[in-house]
Structures are given as C-alpha cells and as structure tokens.
C-alpha cells in the first residue's frame, strides 16, 4: 500500500462516485482541485459506452467541472485499442448506441448495426436504444456462427440514475447467454485493459497509480485485476458487505470522495 499523497495517476469512475443522475456530489469540485494541487493527473474513466467523450465534457462542464476529451477514458476507446490489435480490416457487428457506432466508424472500423451476416466479430456495448430485433440478429450470429469472437464492452449488471437503476451491458448480455449460451469476452471494469491504456498513454507506473470508484465488482476489481491500489466510495451502488461478497478488498475505503480529499490534504 503506497501513500495517497504520492499517487500522481488518478483513475476516476463516474456514476455513483463523483455524481449521480444530474446531483453532483459535494465535495467532488474540492476533490478534483485536490489532487490536481498535489501535483496529479486524473483520468475521468467510465464503463459506460453509449455516449461519446464529447457528451462527458459538456455534462462535466454543467457541474462547473471544465475538462477535455483527452481526460476521458470509456470502455468504448478501450475496445477500439484492442480491435485494433486483434481484428485489423475486420467487419463487426454491433448491439448498441449511435454514439457508440458512430465512435468505431471514426476511429475507422467497418461495423454495422442491421448487417449481422457479413460479421467477423460481435461487440455488445450499454444500449440505451435497444431493440428486440437487435438481440434477434446477435443471437442469428451466434448461432450461425459459434465460433465468432464475441466483445462486450463492460459486465455491469445496472447503471445508477437518480431514482434507481436500469440494466447495463452485463444484463443484456446476460439475456443473450441465456438464448446463445455464448458469454462475451468483457474489455471495460473489471478486466485491466482499461487502466493499461491510461498508463500507457500517459507513462506513470503501477505504483503511481490509484483506481477509485463505487463498484466492488468493477472498480475495485479492475485494480486487483491491474495490480494498482484502490479506493472504495460508499456514495454509490455499492456497500461494505459486498467486499466479503465478492472476496475483494479494496486498499482504502472511504464514505465519498470528500474524505479522500481530506485524506490526501493529511498526507501531503
């Protein structure tokens, strides 16, 4: 465990850990000067894949948070990291957002959404526009094809929202297991795809990093998975008794981000 006053590459979650629906925390604005007057960098990191970078920093800039797409890392740039390097020129097929289509075909990827047999490769992303006869193609695929590689960008079961949850990526691919019997390969929280790419793109080391977020299962994991500290919110979906449920622990755990910026103003 190093000190919180020397992790210099912060790894921020979003819903559920720095706001939740359109409340933002208190103490988050104080948390983010915080670390930045430490002398760190943070890296605002989300599961979520149906909506692009752009649309992050304009939901940011409504909480008085001014931000850049270069702040942002979504479970959608890491799945085009690794398409890149494992399905070069391949056609895919995928279930989710326009947002989410809309950021592979810019970032050069032939991908369809209504195409499913020309399909070398299945992805399922968090589809706030799904329909019935998505589900039905992704299954035709599978079926006709059970050897395809098969993506998702993240196993989250619900997506906080002020008044409660909706189903995420990991419940729609849930329903495709139980008609396919396929389960995806998962690239967002908790695989370590995601922290990697950070660190890569921004040259800090393991020991300079810190994962922080409300989701024992994702977040917390995702550092296990990384082999990087992390801290546990309690401002979010998740609470104490799921670290004994999931078998995970968390090197911190603190009730929100304003005690972590307390936490590190003391260490300093």
């Known amino acids: ?3 919180l006053g020397r992790k210099r590459l912060w790894l921020l979650d979003m819903d559920g850990t720095l706001y ?14 915080t670390i930045r007057e430490s002398g760190g960098r943070y890296i605002f990191m989300s599961n979520n894949s149906s909506r692009g970078t752009d649309a992050y920093v304009s939901r940011l800039r409504r909480f008085g948070i001014l931000a850049s797409p270069e702040d942002f890392l979504t479970s959608a740039d890491a799945a085009i990291d690794l398409l890149r390097r494992e399905q070069p020129g391949k056609r895919g097929f995928a279930v989710g957002t326009a947002s989410f289509i809309g950021q592979l075909q810019i970032a050069g990827f032939t991908v369809s959404e209504d195409n ?29 094809k059970p050897d395809i590689p098969y ?15 909706i189903p995420d990526c ?16 998962f690239i967002g929280k ?9 660190m890569r793109r921004l040259g800090y080391s393991r ?15 995702c550092g296990a998975n990384t082999g990087v500290d992390s801290i546990f919110v309690l401002s979010g979906e998740g609470v104490p008794e799921d670290i004994e449920r999931y078998g995970i622990s968390p090197t911190w755990i603190f009730p929100s981000v304003a005690e972590v910026a307390d936490a590190i103003e003391a260490a300093r």
């Open 116 to 144: 499913w047999r020309e399909a070398d490769y299945l992805l399922v992303g968090f589809d706030r526009e799904l329909t019935y006869r998505k589900l039905e193609d992704a299954c035709r695929l599978l079926a006709a």
């Open 170 to 185: 990991g419940s729609i691919c849930e329903m495709l297991f139980r008609a396919s019997g396929k389960r995806p390969r």
């Open 207 to 221: 020991d300079e990093t810190v994962l922080i977020g409300d989701r024992i299962y994702t977040d917390i994991a």
């Open 190 to 198: 908790p695989e370590k795809y995601m922290p990697e790419l950070a």
């Open 151 to 165: 993506y998702a960008t993240n196993p989250d079961w619900v997506c906080p929202t002020e008044f409660g949850s």
């Open 20 to 33: 939740l629906g359109d409340s933002l925390f208190p103490g988050t604005i104080r948390f983010l000067r």
């Open 1 to 3: 465990m190093g000190s």
